[in-house]
């Protein structure tokens, strides 16, 4: 899929909330290089507060946060009323059927498990922003 052309009067932002630094960061710059906004933060608390007052364009989770679990955090999100659904992706060490359940039933767009290609998360992420 080629790279959509973003200005500043359209360029989405990708809040993601990840409680291990190297991953924030990988991904801050993954996605900045491709045009993205990139916020981050490190903690369920901070990553509601991020979400619903910075509105976020997409939010990629991790669902083991400190504070608030990643599923607490979608939850609330998706309680918020808003014009239109903020997109959400659980990017997770885990695999097991019931955190994924956890996962898809809190409201996550996708879910997706750890090692993740960068190719596969970039796409579903083009894919949520085109919806």
Known sequence: MPAPHYTAANRPSILIVDDYDDAREVLTTLLG???FDVLTA???PDGLATALGGAPSLVVLDLSLP???????ARAIREQPRERP??????TGYSDPEHLAQAREAGFDVVLTKP???SILI???RRLLAD
């Open 33 to 35: 290089a491709l045009g």
């Open 42 to 44: 490190a903690n369920g």
């Open 67 to 73: 504070g608030m679990s990643g599923v607490e955090v």
């Open 86 to 91: 903020m997109p959400l992706v659980a990017l």
């Open 116 to 118: 993740c290609t960068p």
């Open 123 to 125: 796409d579903e992420i």
